[in-house]
């Protein structure tokens, strides 16, 4: 057997076994489940103004922790809503869709985990092409896209590196595209972010830490912002701007 095919065989049976710990948890049945594409619009009607849409990882069995993220959200008055890593072209145009021309769109948040970061930031780039700004896209440890769109004023990126070439169940620092004015913030949890993970937190874990959830939380809840604070700023900047540092308020 080749060393190619010995790899390609170690990650199926990787993958397989991790999906028989995620099943015998029964920790994936409900994130499984397709995201409800009618939640999707430039409005809200929740404490906090904004929405927030969360891509799971492949097939939706390892990232049962953005359900609890999500879960965590709408505890705080956001309106949040999760999707399957194989809803991302039809989620990208729905949003699209339902969101180009608006005047004074709430804020939009993108949070994602593993391939389902891959699938955010392709999203960010297909609402670039209809001049559609995402406020904030959240991503834990990515798999191959490492490009922010120009469109996207903040991103946060918690990731691991992982040992030799192959992408499995490691991540990889994101780079603004050119020409961006938006803020790419990489935070390693390996280094620079010890503190905020639980100590072994790795690929598969990242999702369902607690403690990396609550600054999560807090990173949307600062793009988010109450009524009555968005009802004083809003409109004042007026339609999306591409390539203005300032927030869509």
């Known amino acids: 057997m080749t060393t190619r095919s010995s790899c390609v065989l170690f990650r199926f049976c990787a ?4 999906l028989g710990l995620s099943l015998a948890g029964g920790g994936c049945v ?27 990882g492949w097939s939706g069995a390892f990232s049962w922790g953005i359900d609890d993220l999500a879960r965590d959200l709408k505890a705080q008055g956001v309106s949040a809503h999760v999707f399957q890593s194989d809803q991302r072209n039809v989620l990208a145009q ?20 593993s391939q389902g970061s891959d699938d955010a930031l392709a999203i960010a780039a297909e609402l670039s092409k209809s001049n559609v700004a995402v406020d904030l896209i959240l991503t834990l440890d ?4 490492t490009t922010v769109p120009k469109n996207v004023r903040l991103a946060y990126h918690f990731w691991k590196p992982g040992s030799g070439d192959s ?21 390693n949890i390996a280094e620079d972010g010890k503190d905020l993970t639980e100590p072994g ?19 949307v ?29």
């Open 201 to 219: 937190a790795s690929h598969v874990t990242m999702d369902k830490d607690a403690k990396l959830r609550g600054h999560l939380v807090n990173h």
């Open 94 to 113: 729905t949003i699209a869709e339902r969101y180009r021309g608006v005047k004074d769109p709430e804020p939009l948040c993108l949070v994602a985990h």
């Open 30 to 56: 409900t994130s499984m489940m397709p995201g409800d594409l009618a939640q999707v619009k430039p409005t809200s009607e929740t404490p906090r103004a904004g929405q927030v849409y969360l891509i799971r």
């Open 221 to 249: 809840l600062a793009a988010c912002p109450d009524r009555t604070a968005w009802a004083a700023t809003r409109g004042k900047s007026g339609a999306v701007l591409l390539n203005n540092n300032s927030p869509r308020r």
């Open 142 to 145: 990515n798999v191959d896209v």
């Open 167 to 187: 992408n499995f169940l490691r991540g990889l620092p994101l780079t603004p595209e050119p020409g961006s004015t938006g803020r790419v913030i990489n935070i």
């Open 15 to 18: 993958a397989a076994a991790l």
